[in-house]
């Protein structure tokens, strides 16, 4: 079985202006290409990618695999992705593909992988679909930005539409008109663009705490490890749990880079408690202020030029100023949200599931008056009716929705949240460092989801592997308030709660818009 990887040309003569950073485009018609990306050999169909970005090819008998991006094998954290994507490709011939899907659990990292074998072309991403893979609907085409097939294809992407909607698009849509987001723990049949759910297989089994934590350290520090053994890993801390959770992977490895947002009073409280985590675990804390336009305008115009992209404006000059000259990752802790119930305690999410739950969660309030609102409400509504139906999950019980005894709730902010806007988030960064986030795995994520649903909500497991790990910070708050709650915030707290109950309330609420404030 013969193997390459294939790394780009440091010498292109293309602008970094001229390509997305990170980026491929795969299609089964060699007459689709980009411009300034660099063409790699492969067997069957037309492969691109960006002068940035690396990818790693098996061939064995009639079939091939490619991985695009970086993986690392849990179960044996020092083969390349060169090897595993070899071991890839021996388990669809030797086994089935289904048996090489299920094989990918305890891979982490962030990346595309394209596989031929049998005659069926299998398109599949990491747990999370933080490399953000995209597929046109009328033609065998994928790529990383929504944006590339959309020029090849001659469709603008919708940007008046979509100014509307925040925090995820609806459904597996993007901004391009019959161009698709790869959803999280589904395969796509690049020649029929069929999706097919491969996770999970087994029912869920509930356990413990106390049976949890040991795993659950193991399969983190490990992932830590292993990533500190490539890069230099740069930590985003914030006050909050999920972020010192990573830190406290991290704690035993002396190049860990922690670093915080200081953009303006919004992070003021996320800089003084990293900077107290930091010190009190040795750690040099490094902020970040603000890079205006005018020290990076072609970084801002870039940005602003990508669709995809969702996350705050400044974040791509900030990351390009302080760790585009080292072998840095970005290590994020968002995918923690997962494990621990975010939507059933969410205070604006219904708690019975429904898909115009997403009106007030996914679109932005203050473009109640804008051109197309309506357009896009029933265009969410349509879109999130079609991804719940694709999703499969039981909801007979509205309250409970289940798949193999998984909860809904935490499947669909996994599946749908996660790979329509935080992996779009990334796309940030890649200008100036890869991501790897250390909960991106179906080992990780299925032991938080073992846990029961009191734990998941109090993230008891986060907890009990911060206070194992590093005890020296029990006692710092985790988002403490800067100031005590206002009787007026304790009337909002009152009234999100009875509104997520009371149906009539949210619709007389949103047809009124007396409560916008509120939400």
Aim: glycine share 4%; proline share 6%; aromatic share 8%.
């Amino acid at each position: 079985m013969a193997t390459q990887t294939t790394i780009p040309d440091a010498k292109t003569p293309c602008s970094p202006n001229l390509f997305l950073p990170r980026s491929f485009l795969f299609s089964l018609d060699g007459r689709c290409e980009a411009t300034c990306m660099n063409d790699i050999s492969v067997p069957l169909g037309h492969l691109q990618i960006s002068p940035d970005y690396r990818c790693h090819i098996a061939e064995a008998e009639a079939a091939f695999l490619v991985l695009i991006g970086h993986c690392i094998d849990l179960q044996t954290p020092s083969l390349s992705e060169a090897e595993i994507a070899r071991t890839l490709l021996h388990t669809a011939l030797q086994d089935s593909i289904e048996m090489m899907l299920t094989s990918t659990d305890h891979l982490v990292g962030r990346y595309t992988t394209i596989c031929y074998a049998h005659g069926k072309w299998t398109v599949f991403t990491d747990a999370c679909a933080m490399r953000s893979t995209y597929f046109a609907e009328d033609t065998s085409l994928i790529a990383s930005h929504s944006t590339m097939i959309g020029e090849i294809l001659n469709r603008e992407p919708r940007r008046q539409l979509f100014r509307h909607y925040r925090y995820g698009l609806p459904g597996n849509a993007s901004p391009v008109t019959r161009v698709r987001v790869l959803p999280a723990n589904f395969a796509l049949d690049l020649s029929s663009g069929r999706l097919t759910r491969f996770w999970p297989r087994e029912e869920r089994v509930e356990r413990s705490v106390e049976e949890l934590i040991d795993p659950l350290e193991r399969v983190l520090v490990g992932t830590a490890n292993a990533i500190a053994s490539r890069w230099t890993p740069a930590v985003s801390l914030t006050a909050g749990i999920d972020s010192r959770t990573s830190l406290a992977a991290f704690r035993h490895i002396p190049s860990t880079v922690p670093f915080t947002y200081d953009l303006d009073a919004s992070t003021a409280i996320d800089v003084k408690i990293a900077g107290e985590l930091c010190r009190s675990l040795g750690f040099e804390h490094r902020r970040l202020l603000v890079v205006s336009r005018e020290e990076a305008p072609s970084i801002y115009a870039a940005v602003e030029a990508m669709p995809d992209y969702k996350h705050f404006d400044e974040a791509s000059a900030i990351y390009v100023k302080a760790f585009s000259d080292h072998n840095y990752i970005h290590v994020r802790s968002n995918l923690a949200e997962i494990g621990r119930a975010f939507w059933r305690k969410h205070p604006v999410m219904p708690t019975c599931f429904d898909v115009s739950n997403w009106i007030d969660i996914a679109t932005h309030q203050h473009c109640q008056s804008e051109p197309l609102r309506e357009e896009a409400i029933q265009y969410l509504l349509h879109e999130m009716e079609a991804f719940l139906d694709l999703a499969g999950y039981d909801v007979s019980d509205p309250a409970n929705p289940l798949l193999f005894g998984y909860d809904g709730w935490d499947l669909v902010y996994w599946e749908h949240r996660m790979s329509t806007w935080h992996a779009q988030v990334l796309l940030g960064s890649d200008f100036a460092f890869d991501t790897s986030i250390i909960f991106n795995s179906r080992r990780a994520l299925s032991l938080l989801l073992s846990a029961p649903l009191k734990d998941r909500i109090k993230a008891s497991l986060l907890h009990e592997f911060t206070n194992r790990r590093c005890p020296e910070v029990r006692n710092i708050p985790i988002n403490p308030r800067a100031a005590p709650r206002s009787l007026e915030d304790l009337v909002i707290g009152a009234y999100r709660q009875i509104r997520r109950r009371v149906p009539i309330l949210r619709s007389l609420d949103r047809s009124t818009n007396l409560m916008a404030k509120l939400r």
